[in-house]
């Protein structure tokens, strides 16, 4: 699975978090668990998103697609200098 | 940089010398490759100590003191590589540094372009001698590298904005982009949103993709699309062939001469055994036959720095290399390792021509230096990305240009200044062209209007400079567009070259708020949960019952778009789109009158303004209007422009109008 794992998008509906997690970071990090004890979380967004970046396989992409919460979960893309 | 400020009517003294004043302290933040903190640019003397609201931080790295590079000036420095390294692997850290460190020179010349001190005696290896300076001399700069050897990646850049806008940025400099893409899926125009919201201006570059159509990145209405134009200095250098006739070229090429007198000449196609020897790419140059001549090479594929390299290491004395029809008659200044000059198309083919049918062909270079008060400029550089908007074509793309051709700014210690690992050249500055060089001008100018008005939005801001650029030289001829010689359309240009000191003072603006781009994204029928996650899940659904339309939104510019009649019967039709907009009163009490103008081949389209007078009695009142686009029906394909302009006698509040049938 560590082979397989590409980085990943995940916006969050913050206003759906369950009130047992006083953090959202807190939610994140469980949401992401719940499909994956190994899987790396690289950033949570707070200011210009609400979500986190995570490396995941594309089934545990899928899966979490369909998580709670999860508004949408979008490959991590390539930009280029101008 | 030492030409820009006074191109863009800056070169004020007073602008010279930062000075602590009641005018608002604004921060830019820079994602790109990083900072050479070092460098004179990011000199603080006479800038007030750090704005008490900033909450930025400048990272300790093994190469990368904080104590020593941060500064009032550059007042912060961060990075963002775990995106990157997830996907490219480890970074190469004998190549790179997991620092804010710049490795490649792309992000210290964005940055202090944007908002560099100004550096006296400044050039590049002679050329472009001047005084350097940023956009906007007061600002302060943060930089977050978010770009590395292999590329950037989203999850960096959002991690970065985020970081950005938490901080205590007022402008957020992007010179780089992606595929073009639904809003709700580019991380870009996502941060962008969210950064709009909380009155952070997004400007971004438009991309090189040019001059084809439908080829531009960064097509969010809330970001600021910038494309590049040239500015009105060249750096001559000729072809002197043997049989007498001369070409200009460009080139920045600094060092031993060539002789005055042309020597052996030879065509790279006709020098090799490779199919495409022709482009002088590595390995594919004979040497026995390219051995002391000037070699004549095209453009394309791999970069041009590097076929001059590829001519010298095969034994080439000097390298004329021709444009081809992608480039056409545009010319890019580089800082060649051997006497080299990059020509036209028209002029490559007669090279090529001669080089070929001569039995004995013989040319030379002469250089000639930094030449100002050419004519005309600006021009559309061929590479800028044009419109239409490939995702929303009701909304016009670019929003305006800025110089982004030969442009002088700082450099990273790291890398020559052609980039090319056998470069062992070091210098302060360098010239480079994109997009990427006439955005981070944008950002400068835009952090210059914020100084001065600290109570805009960020689309008032971008009004301001949109409805102000202007689209015609002083003798009323049209910009034209280098690509094709011909005058440029809205698709080239938005509305037009950006005017910095008339941006300061619009008369009227056309302002969104985050509800108003919300209701842009209803009228797209985007879903609840795309919005949803657009807009960090804020309240907010689209009504079933209003009716939401693109042409509704009050955007600075206008992209009507009429369906083409299918039947032959309707060929004579006519059809009417109608856009609604609403102005907000900067100024003093005025009235204004607005008059439109198009033009369009094969048809007339009526334009009609409602009302078509506005009276204002005071700053801040608002009055709305509508106006009318009627036309006939065209092929599909077929396109027209015009403009439609509010005045009051003083100010002259313009919007770019394309005309699209599809």
Redesign the interface.
Known sequence: AAAE???Y?V??????MPPRFTEHSHWYDASLRSISDSA?L??T??????GF?A?LTPAEARILARHPGV??V?P??????? | TTRTPEFLGLDLPAELVPESSTIADVVIGVLDTGVWPERNSFDDNGLGPVPAFWKGECVAAKDFDPTKACNRKLIGARFFSKGYESSMGPIDESHESRSPRDADGHGTHTSTTAAGSAVTNASLLGYAEGTARGMALRARISVYKVCWAGGCFSSDILAAMDAAVNDGCHVLSLSLGGGAADYYRDSVAIGAFNAMEKGVLVSCSAGNAGPGTATLSNLAPWITTVGAGTLDRDFPAYVVLGNGKNYTGVSLYSGKLLPSTPIALVYAGNATNSSNGNLCMPGTLLPEKVAGKVVLCERGINARVQKGMVVKDAGGAGMILANTATNSEELVADAHLLPATLIGEKAGNAVKAYSISDPNPTATIIFGGTKVGVSPSPVVAAFSSRGPNSVTPEILKPDLIAPGVNILAGWTGAVGPTGLPTDSRRVEFNIISGTSMSCPHVSGLAALLKEEHPDWSPAAIKSALMTTAYVKYQNGDGILDVATGQEATPFDLGAGHVDPRKAMDPGLVYDLTAQDYLEFLCALNYTSLQIAAMSKDRNFSCDSRKNYAVSKLNYPSFSVAFATAIASADESASATVTHERTVTNVGSSATYKATATAKVDGGEVKIAVEPAVLSFTETGEKKSYIVKFTAPSLPSGSSGLGRLEWSDGKHTVASAIAFTWT
């Open positions: 794992r590409a980085s998008i916006h969050m509906a913050k206003t759906q790396d690289l950033y967004y707070d200011t210009v998103a609400h970046s490396l508004l949408s979008l991590d893309t390539p930009y280029y200098l101008h």
